[in-house]
Structure formats: structure tokens, C-alpha cells
């Protein structure tokens, strides 16, 4: 058996605000909350545990916005790359420039704390 990604952790200045950024970019609901501040969040009715992972916004003195080593990548699942970026910006992430030229076939954004992610021009289906 091999392991899969349950989680991903991102230490952020403002776990509320995040939390409630990225429920809405990925649909996600809140599924849980430590008494360190951490809060996490998920697919809604599955929680931890099912195909895609949670997301675990945790509270830090330190976070290190900005390009990190690793970042999340979000695609469209009921819509076209377009109105999805609209729909992105609306939420609040705004364009970010880690080198790319221009010609490339995904956007490069920033959440309100400044983590860049980018949104795919591929179109998922929903489960």
C-alpha cells in the first residue's frame, strides 16, 4: 500500500481569514479546529480522511509568504480559466510575478496573505 497526501499545512499570520479564502476558492467547509488556532478545512461531508486533502491553516509568528518550495495548483471544475481567474480575483487573490514570461498556459496568483498558487487552464470534473 502506498500513502497519499491527507493534508497540507500552510503557516499563515490569519488562519481565519485564510480558512475562509480557500473554503471558497475550493469549495471546502470547516472541518476542525485546535486550540493552537490552527483551523482546517475540507471537502464538505467528508472531512479528513477522503480523496482530496484537507487544508490546515496554521497560526504562525513566522509565515514565509511569497514562492515556496511548494504550492498549490487549483483548477476549474464548473467553469472556463477565465472566468474562474475572474472569479479568484473577486475572492481577493491577486496576479503575482515569480519569472514567468508570459506565454504560459496557467495564472500565477497570491492569496491575501501573499502564498502564490496558480490556477491551471485544465477543467476538472467533479466527483
Known amino acids: 500500500m ?3 497526501i491527507s493534508e497540507l499545512v500552510l503557516d499563515v499570520a490569519d488562519p481565519e481569514q485564510l480558512a475562509a479564502f480557500w473554503s471558497e476558492v475550493l469549495g471546502y467547509v470547516e472541518v476542525g ?3 493552537d488556532g490552527s483551523i482546517e478545512i475540507g ?3 467528508v472531512g479528513f480522511g477522503g480523496l482530496q486533502p484537507t ?3 496554521s497560526p504562525s509568528a513566522d509565515p514565509r509568504p511569497g514562492k515556496l518550495p511548494l504550492h498549490i495548483d487549483v483548477s476549474a471544475t ?3 480559466q477565465d472566468a ?3 472569479r479568484l480575483l473577486a ?3 491577486k496576479p503575482a510575478d515569480v ?3 508570459g506565454d504560459e498556459s496557467w495564472h500565477v496568483l497570491s492569496d491575501p496573505e501573499g502564498n502564490v498558487f496558480c490556477l491551471l487552464r485544465a477543467r476538472l470534473r467533479t466527483p
Do not use: H, I, Y
Open 2 to 4: 502506498a500513502c497519499r
Open 33 to 35: 479546529r485546535e486550540d
Open 43 to 45: 471537502p464538505p461531508d
Open 55 to 57: 487544508l490546515v491553516l
Open 78 to 80: 464548473d467553469r472556463d
Open 84 to 86: 474562474e481567474l475572474e
Open 91 to 93: 475572492l481577493g487573490a
Open 99 to 101: 519569472g514567468q514570461t
